[in-house]
């Protein structure tokens, strides 16, 4: 009886994640973003599919997809990456997610979070939600420098209005 209860809580929450997930256009969060231990704050909005605008507490700093391209751009320096050749192609795809998280199995991580374990393409990204609210609270993933990187998410909203102008690629000064 317990082990099929457990089922069922576990099902509801994939199938709760996966209703949330379908009905979100985009977010907007604040994270604290952990790169083997240097320790970021900012602001970002994920718009889907596969835009993101991150801006950055201190030095000046964003982060922008526009689909294709990532660009992350400070005062002293600018690099552009494929989207397609990081981790946030997938996190910023909302149908491989919706596809990933109905095929895996939900790990139950201090009855507050649920993760979901990715391989894909040679990236590993462990994706976790808020076990009550079944937001997307954070991610892990290896960075193209072989850095452990974590963001944490806080204040999520979901559906804002959004201006698109965000998503445009910066160039280089």
């Known amino acids: 009886f317990l082990i099929s209860l457990s089922n069922e809580v576990n099902a509801n929450n994939k199938d709760q994640i996966i209703k949330k997930l379908k009905d979100t256009l985009n977010l907007n969060f604040d994270f604290e973003q952990n790169i083997n231990g240097k320790i970021e704050f900012g602001n970002c909005t994920i718009h889907y599919p596969k835009k993101m605008f991150c801006m950055y507490s201190k030095k000046n700093k964003v982060l922008v997809s526009n689909g294709k391209s990532l660009v992350i751009k400070s005062t002293s320096s600018y ?23 109905s095929e895996l199995k939900e790990e139950n991580i201090n009855n507050s979070l649920i993760k979901f374990t990715i391989k894909e393409d040679n990236q590993f990204i462990e994706i976790f939600f808020d076990i009550n609210d079944h937001n997307l609270i954070g991610w892990q993933t290896i960075d193209i420098y072989q850095n452990t990187a974590v963001t944490l998410l806080y204040s999520v909203k979901s559906n804002q209005v959004v201006n698109e102008k965000i998503f445009k690629v910066p160039l280089q000064n």
């Open 79 to 101: 690099y552009r990456y494929p989207l397609d050749k990081t981790p946030l192609n997938f996190i910023l795809d909302k149908n491989f997610l919706l596809k990933k998280i």
